[in-house]
């Protein structure tokens, strides 16, 4: 990528594309192209095609997706398989079409089968059966990587896909209905804090194990992994360690300065018991995570801080 080539970053209004623009633009990248979703709707085939054949961008990142937390996503299977699959289509079939020099696919970690060996290796994926509460947003990014794979193999797309692990940051939702767990907790403890709440009730056991990667530090890896890698298999990125579910919350608890009692609410699911990614292909690249897991969680509540609780939403 030269500095000005035209890049297009599809879902920039998100936790991870604004968070790859913020990086682009950082980097001194100064031709990006942007949509919000009032201005082009990627579920729509016939606007993406209007956009790829007027915009004619030259790189890709499609960060664009419907995400959500382990109630959204086994309360809304249907709409986290509809969405994503139109989404990804769309952009892929478009980039090809319109002579796209290079397009990154952004997955998950939960395409992985749920009891696969950990650390997860990317050649156990398809390897067995899925955790339940986010199947059908897995198979729609299963089925994003078997595109562009495909498209590289009929078609000479020059398209790779990256696993990123579980993601938070600045950007995140905080919506404790539809968002992942550590927005969740931050603003659990804010609140519980702010109103002197002496109890906190956290979901499942909190005995399931999550790794946690900053959207930052994801940038910064979707941006390196653009200039420099371009193999057909799927590559992970994350940090390679893992926290339970009830160390996550302790550390929140501290950060937010919440000092009462936590309680586990065991009729919510755990989900899958761990998804620790093996990251030895992306480290042996020279690539390192920036955050540790508290500097991240204190910059994510100063963020929440700023622009939720301000925004009147607590
Ligand atoms: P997952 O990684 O796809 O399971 O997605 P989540 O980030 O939503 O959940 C991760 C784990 O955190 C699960 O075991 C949840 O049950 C647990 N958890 C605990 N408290 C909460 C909460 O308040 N919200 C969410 N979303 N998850 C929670």
Redesign the pocket.
Known sequence: MDKDSRIYVAGHRGLVGGAILRRLEEAGYTNLVTRTHAELDLTDQLAVEGFFAEEKPEYVFLAAAKVG???A?STYPADFIRENLLIQTNVIDAAHRHGVRKLEFLGSS?IYPKLAPQPLKEEYLLTGPLEP??EAYAIAKIAGIVMVKSYRRQHGLNGISLMPT?LYGPGDNFD?ES???LP??IR?FHEAKMSGSTQVV???TGT?R?EFLHVDDLAVAAVFLMENYDDEQIINVGVGEDVS?ADAAALVADVVGYDGEIVYDTS?????PRKLLDVSRLFAMGWRPKFDLRRGIADTYEWFLAHVTSAGNC
């Open positions: 937390g382990i109630l996503n939960c509460t986010n579980n404790l968002s992942h767990v969740a907790l659990k956290v979901w499942g399931p999550r579910i919510k699911p755990d989900g899958t």
